[in-house]
């Protein structure tokens, strides 16, 4: 089992940044790949990010590429999501999440664990 908490979220104004972190707890935290998706309203949830258990292996939706970096701090057991130069666009509930895959990392059907989310909104 794998905890994990999400904070960071916020208002900000469009061109503006926020860095998301993701708090886990309880199996080794690198023995999971870790993932960020999101959920706009009206709109079904959407990979965003992912690394793979070493750090060493990123992978991004083409929608964040370039302005997202995911990281992760296997000693501290967190997770990082930095944004930069944000768009009204980007304003959805921003949720990590945890696989014992090691693969196609971009599916969420494969991860099992999940955080509640943290609301990011980004004003014109």
């Known amino acids: 089992q794998v905890q994990l908490v999400e904070s960071g979220g916020g208002l900000v104004q469009a061109g503006g940044s926020l860095r998301l972190s993701c708090a886990t707890s309880?199996?080794?935290?690198?023995?999971?790949?870790m993932g960020w998706f999101r959920q706009a309203p009206g709109k079904e949830r959407e990979f965003v990010a992912a690394?793979?258990?070493?750090?060493?292996?990123?992978y991004y939706a083409d929608s964040v590429k370039g302005r997202f970096t995911i990281s992760r701090d296997n000693a501290k057991n967190m997770g990082y999501l930095q944004m930069n130069s944000l768009k009204p666009e980007d304003t959805a509930v921003y949720y990590c999440?945890?696989?014992?895959?090691?693969?196609?990392?971009?599916?969420?059907?494969?991860?099992?664990?999940w955080g509640q989310g943290t609301q990011v909104t980004v004003s014109s």
């Open positions: 309880g199996r080794s935290f690198s023995t999971y790949a």
């Open positions: 690394v793979s258990r070493s750090g060493l292996s990123t």
């Open positions: 999440a945890a696989t014992a895959s090691a693969y196609t990392l971009t599916l969420q059907r494969l991860y099992n664990y």
